[in-house]
């Protein structure tokens, strides 16, 4: 018998436990820079936890999949690279949340606004090229419009 999933890290399980229908987890790669001296600094209002142990590990996948079956999450948001510079990742997030619910995005900047609404990031070890997603939480009722999500963003 397979053991029940549940979240070890305790800020992590907290965060999953604390989020609510519509509010978004950024999930990083190792590249994703955070501090106040990147391209794109992360706003301070986001939670950042580092999850990473060494080089590669744990990788998105892993991360991802341990939220998707412990936690109540409907579906990711990428920038409209990852299809061609990750084939890998964005298939991997195709098969667990299904196409239609796999939206692309531009990269820069709307992605990192997007980034920075997130109730939290969660750095990875993954050192894959656009190795990160932005996961949407669910709930047992009607999924929320991409358009909702990125209002203010995203120009019409």
Do not use: W
Request: proline residues 6%; charged residues 20%.
């Amino acid at each position: 018998m397979e053991p029940k999933c549940r979240i070890l890290n305790e800020r992590l399980a907290a965060i999953v436990a604390s989020i609510r229908h519509g509010e978004m987890l950024y999930i990083a790669d190792a590249g994703s820079g955070t501090s106040t001296k990147a391209l794109f600094p992360l706003d301070p209002s986001v939670e950042y936890l580092d999850l990473e142990a060494v080089t590669g590990v744990p990788k998105m996948q892993d991360i991802v999949n341990a939220l998707k079956y412990c936690g109540d999450f409907e579906a990711a948001i990428v920038t409209e690279d990852m299809p061609a510079a990750n084939p890998e990742g964005y298939q991997f997030l195709c098969d667990l949340f299904g196409k239609d619910k796999v939206y692309t995005m531009h990269y820069v900047p709307e992605y990192y606004q997007l980034r920075n609404r997130c109730k939290a990031v969660v750095q990875t070890g993954d050192y894959g090229i656009h190795a990160q997603a932005i996961l949407v939480a669910g709930y047992p009722s009607a999924d929320i419009p991409f358009e909702v999500l990125t209002q203010g963003i995203i120009e019409k």
